[in-house]
């Protein structure tokens, strides 16, 4: 599982900022799904996560509470543009060339931050018909296999 193990950039608010993992889902279109709508989509995945109610894709920027069936959890979600990623990922400019915007999660190395991440990333991709960039792994990842992976990180937690 390539984004529990290695670290991505450092992050300014997570809670362990010497580190941080990055996951970047890549948005077809706008509007986002609403909160409601992505909550669903990952409902579909059979995680036991939940978003906090602040968790609105149109005013992503910062902090995201989430819930690991009654654990807390966190996690950081940006809107950021398509250029944006390019910049940083030459490599993904035919992938995202007509992309409406790029969500950007980044969390620390604790497993249940992590699993919320991935599981919220992979009810993205369903509700937003979108595809996931991990930049630890450089690969693009569905949203089975980021259910998969938050499955994993869940475990561990056990």
């Known amino acids: 599982m390539a984004c529990l193990l290695l670290m991505g950039k450092p992050s ?7 580190m941080s993992i990055d996951l ?3 948005l077809p279109k706008r509007p986002f799904p609403t909160l409601v709508e992505w909550q669903a989509a990952i409902a579909r995945t059979e995680l036991p996560i939940r978003l906090a109610p602040n968790a609105d894709l149109a005013l992503a ?3 995201v509470t989430c819930y ?39 969390w620390g190395g604790n497993e249940l931050d992590g699993a919320c991440a991935l599981g ?39």
């Open 12 to 18: 300014t608010t997570l809670k362990d900022p010497s």
């Open 24 to 26: 970047h889902v890549v």
């Open 61 to 63: 920027r910062g902090a």
């Open 68 to 106: 690991v069936g009654d654990k807390e959890a966190t996690f950081e979600i940006h809107i950021e543009s398509p250029r944006e990623l390019v910049n940083t990922y030459p490599k993904l400019a035919t992938t995202v060339h007509s992309a409406a915007a790029v969500a950007s999660f980044y």
């Open 120 to 158: 919220a990333a992979a009810g993205l991709v369903a509700a937003a018909h979108g595809i996931a960039y991990d930049p630890q792994a450089d690969a693009i990842l569905s949203a089975g296999e980021l259910k998969a992976d938050a499955q994993e990180l869940m475990n561990l937690r056990q």
